[in-house]
């Protein structure tokens, strides 16, 4: 649910919403969207973050052995800490190289560019379906996946003896349990309670900005996150609306929709957000020029006021440690007046 990458990944990533949703996290690749204008709801990802079992710890320290459940509900007994390490998913990566451990990533995602020595690293595939052979080449002690991989596909793995955890982010203090977790997996506890800390305070400035707006006083949001998409409840793209002061116009749904244009008139957004950077396959345009053009946009509020916010596709879409400056850029977007 990102905008981590090219517009054509985006459109295979979407397809795979409606894909899982139809068979009963966004990942994997799928089936064809619905007609366009219908505002056709998908599933939202199963919800469900890693979740610790049970650990010791003595002076930040990890004690092993350690007995902790992914997202998935397996559980993992670490007798040490990992010290091969391969992630297939951005957001992950970047907690990995935050917590330190940068030299023990022997493999990355195709699309794992954070930070710059990240994009150095060996590449293992796409974050919906890695390279078998070069997963089972880096011969990792633990492969770390996000939101993007569905459950065919980590199974799949799982029976090459490949030995997967994922996780399943739903909210900003699921990403900041999973980072806390992650410390505790490869014993970096320390690093990881100061980095929350300070994604928390981060998050805490923006609501302490915020937080004299009253009801009438607060904007009605749209966010377009890739073309035709936009996101109800149960997201972390929503909740960011909500901690920055908005409302998102789309918030009566749930998980991640197919916009109805006449929809978005009708609510007649103060703000519209959307990911920098991406091209609209069937148009060849930019988002921005794609929303301003379309017909009848021109009555929205945000469209005559040139309230059209664009935000870093890369931050907006991981679910990782800059989240929360993803969620300050959001607030600047609403409320410049407000947030510094």
């Known amino acids: 649910m990102y905008w981590d990458k090219t517009t054509r990944i985006k459109k295979r990533l979407l397809a795979a919403v409606l894909s899982l949703a139809l068979a009963g996290t966004l990942a994997g690749c799928g089936s064809a969207a619905p007609a366009p204008g219908q505002g056709q709801q998908a599933e939202s990802p199963k919800a469900g973050d890693a979740r610790q079992e049970g650990s010791v710890t003595s002076a930040k320290r990890t004690t092993y052995p350690l007995t902790v459940k992914d997202a998935t509900g397996k559980e993992f007994v670490f007798e040490k800490a990992p010290e091969r390490i391969v992630s297939t998913s951005p957001s992950e ?20 560019n954070y930070p710059a020595e990240a994009a150095a690293k060996p590449k293992v595939g796409s974050i919906i379906k890695p390279n078998e052979e070069a997963l089972v080449a880096a011969n990792a002690d633990l492969v770390m996946t996000g939101v993007s991989m569905n459950m065919t596909v980590v199974e799949k793995l799982r029976g090459l003896k490949v030995n997967l955890f994922k996780v399943e982010p739903k909210t900003l203090d699921d990403v900041m349990s999973n980072i806390l977790l992650m410390g505790q997996i490869f014993d970096r506890q320390e690093q990881a309670e100061k980095l929350v800390d300070s994604m928390k305070a981060e998050r805490q400035k923006v609501l302490d900005a915020v ?13 377009e996150f890739s073309p035709g998409w936009t996101v109800g409840k149960g997201e972390y793209i929503d909740e960011l609306i909500s901690l920055a002061g908005g409302i998102n116009v789309a918030g009566g749904e749930k998980g991640y929709v197919k916009l109805s244009e006449e929809k978005v008139i009708a609510d007649n957004p103060q703000i519209i957000l959307y990911p920098t950077g991406i091209i609209d396959e ?20 945000a469209v005559k006021s040139n309230r059209l916010v664009g935000l870093d596709k890369d931050i907006m879409s991981r679910p990782g440690p800059r989240i929360t400056q993803a969620l300050t850029e959001v607030a600047k977007g609403i409320y410049p007046e407000l947030v510094k």
């Open 93 to 112: 990566t970047e907690t990995l190289f935050a917590l330190g451990l940068g030299d023990q990533v022997v493999g990355v995602s195709d699309f794992c």
């Open 211 to 223: 937080k004299d707006l009253k009801p009438e006083q607060k904007k009605k949001v749209f966010v």
């Open 282 to 301: 069937k148009s060849n345009k930019p988002m921005d020029q794609l929303i301003r053009e379309r017909s009848g946009w021109d009555r929205i509020e």
